[in-house]
């Protein structure tokens, strides 16, 4: 658009710091031992679709490989720093729109941070039920890339299962991907949903959501050992009651979990059927 800012990047020493790495404990070790890993060239900040082919370009002029980053969660080193690199942070494209509770369908940018994506829905009466353990800070682009799961997958599925289209862009053009493929071309999200951001940056998503339940029910046995306690969680799974949450906790997380109480945001999602399996031997949590 005319007049508006140019892509927002950075080169200072102290931006290149903060995109040294992610939450790889091989590289968390490495820096507490002083042997942090390489700084990347440059940092740029997109606000859209645009800005990231712009950021594209910018990479191509200057020989630099693309390291797409959401909240930097990621324990796998997927988006670990490396010399010669734009690093493309993508939390300033965080917009969500267009909840169709017909289509049971919400358009979200791939900066939104899961949890603040479960906020707006709850607000609304409508959610994912996507539930990674780390929530709080990771991204939809995030899930995307690593083909993410959360702790009710047994009910409502993994977020591949969720994303119904993505549109994301690459050095050859964008992609359009699921429900959003152009008739008459090889829809790529397969593909691209689990990418790990190698193959193309993610600017849109459409990912299918759910009506908040109405009442949560939860339940906890205890087991005298885990062969009993894993042999009553394959019976829940193959009487197809499909529970929320079927977890199995050890002595010690048993009685961390008595010592904790529900608390709002991501409780909210527990609103369903959820079953735990506790040994206290050993303990079993439904929900």
Known sequence: MSGSPPLATSSAPLDL???????????TLATLRGQPGPAPARVAWPRDAAEVRAALRLAEAEDLAVVPYGAGSGVCGGAAGRRDA???????????????????????QPGV??????????????????????????TVGGYVAARS????SSRYGVF???LLAARAEA????????????????DLLPVLCGSEGGLAVVTDTLVRVAPLPEARWLR????????????????????GLWPSVLRLYDPLDTR????????TGVQRILRTRSVVILPSRMTLRVS
């Open 171 to 186: 050095p050859a053009g964008t992609i359009e991907a699921g429900l959003w493929t152009p008739r008459g071309e090889e």
């Open 149 to 152: 799961a959360g702790q009710f």
């Open 17 to 27: 710091e903060a995109y040294r790495r992610d939450l790889w404990p091989r590289l």
């Open 113 to 138: 941070l899961g949890q603040h994506l479960e906020d707006w829905l709850g607000r609304r009466g409508w959610m994912t039920a996507h539930s990674p353990s780390s929530i709080w800070c990771s």
């Open 256 to 263: 961390l979990n008595r010592a904790t109480r529900p608390d």
């Open 220 to 239: 906890g046995y205890a087991f005298d050992n885990l062969q009993s306690a894993w042999t009553a969680m394959r019976r829940i799974m193959q009487a």
């Open 86 to 108: 734009l690093v493309v942070d993508l939390k300033r494209m965080n917009a969500i729109r267009d909840l169709d509770t017909e289509a049971r369908t919400v358009r979200v």
């Open 160 to 162: 591949e299962d969720m």
